[in-house]
């Protein structure tokens, strides 16, 4: 799965650039996936677009004037992962979303996302690389591109680094 969504990250670089499920499933299929991984990739994508368009990144602060919306997380506050998110995720892949987020660069809205979808994908524990996919493709879904140095620690294959 993915490889999928490497691909369709690496081919519409804009999400709005990206066709409609069926059709993109159909341009999956031209690519040479197979049939299971571009299900897997659709079934994800399809939840991904969802939580997307449901979330407002930019909510107004403390605005209690308008019913329905859910007020930013208070500086202070602190996540606590459930014993299935910790036992999904792993340690390294939860260390790797408190970096993001303690670095300023994941917001708590953008970050539930990428639990979200985390906690969608295969693996136990799940991945580093491919947990940093997905915080790729939540970044992408919502038409942002991570800033330089980011997008360089989500890219970067930390085993060729030298420790000085």
Known sequence: MFEVLVYVYENYWQGDACPELPQLGRKLTAAGFEA???Q???IWL?????AAQSTQIYLP?????QPGIVQAQSPGSMRAYSV???????AQALGFVSFLESSGVLPPQM???VIDRAMAAPGNPLELD?????????????GQEPDALVLDELCDDATDRVGH
């Open 36 to 38: 299971d991984e571009i």
């Open 40 to 42: 897997a990739a659709l």
């Open 46 to 50: 399809d939840g991904l677009n969802t």
């Open 61 to 65: 602060a403390n605005d209690a004037s």
């Open 84 to 90: 299935a998110e910790q036992e999904h995720m792993g």
């Open 111 to 113: 970050r539930e996302i």
């Open 130 to 142: 491919d947990l940093k996919i997905i915080v790729l493709m939540v970044y992408w879904s919502f």
